[in-house]
């Protein structure tokens, strides 16, 4: 069963950093871009950042570009999202997704994780 | 950026119903669009990409159809399961962008 675990969320202060991770399960990790999106409470979906299979390829939203840094360890089939001075606008549900076609930059996501909230408040 | 936007906002409809959505693009996208179906406390779920193109799964009364910049969400008679946010998104190019969601509501 093609799965997506997220893990990592919790209360953080304004300014400080937090460190997400996303194991994969049940495909071929390595040939396929992922992406994490995130919804503010009671918002909509926001693209936050994606990265290519060998992670030569590396995209952000302007809202984290320079905050957030997005990696992946095909080794271990684990995606991270390191995210730094970290403000109260961040506060949302954080998705890892899955591009679901192995062609490069242009892809929808087929396959979500269950989510991991994170909290930015003094 | 590519923004997004869709209509109506909120739909209210009965078991049934023959639903529309429809997205539209700022600029033109080709048939890079995805709908995906959101409820409460779940994850999205894929429903359409590439503008048309089913995911492998779900039901047949869910359609899609356009390109270049204007774009609907069909449901060809309306499900109890149907109910839920509706979002569609753009892939053509970095920053991908969704649009802010159609919720669809029980009459």
């Known amino acids: 069963e093609v799965q997506l675990l997220e893990s990592g969320g919790g209360l953080v202060q304004p300014g400080e950093s937090l460190r997400l991770s996303c194991a994969a399960s049940g495909f071929t990790f390595n040939n396929y871009a992922m992406s994490w999106v995130r919804q503010a409470p009671g918002k909509g979906l926001e693209w936050v950042s994606d990265i290519s299979g060998s992670s030569s390829s590396t995209y952000y939203a302007d809202s984290v570009k320079g905050r957030f840094t997005i990696s992946r360890d095909n080794s271990k089939n684990t995606l991270s999202l390191q995210m730094s001075s970290l403000r109260a606008e961040d506060t949302a549900v954080y998705y890892c997704?899955?591009?679901?076609?192995?062609?490069?930059?242009?892809?929808?996501?087929?396959?979500w994780g269950q989510g991991t909230m994170v909290t930015v408040s003094s | 950026d590519i923004q997004m936007t869709q209509s109506p906002s909120t739909l209210s409809a009965s078991v049934g119903d023959r639903v529309t959505i429809t997205c539209r693009a700022s600029q033109s996208i080709g048939s890079w669009l995805a709908w995906y179906q959101q409820k409460p406390g779940k994850a999205p779920k894929l429903l359409i990409y590439k503008a048309s193109t089913l995911e492998s799964g779900v039901p047949s009364r869910f359609s899609g159809s356009g390109s270049g910049t204007e774009f609907t969400l069909t449901i060809r008679s309306l499900q109890p399961d149907d109910f839920a946010t509706y979002y569609c998104?753009?892939?053509?190019?970095?920053?991908?962008?969704f649009g802010p969601g159609t919720k669809v509501d029980i009459k």
């Open positions: 997704a899955k591009a679901e076609t192995t062609a490069v930059r242009k892809h929808a996501f087929d396959i």
């Open positions: 998104q753009q892939y053509n190019s970095y920053l991908f962008t």
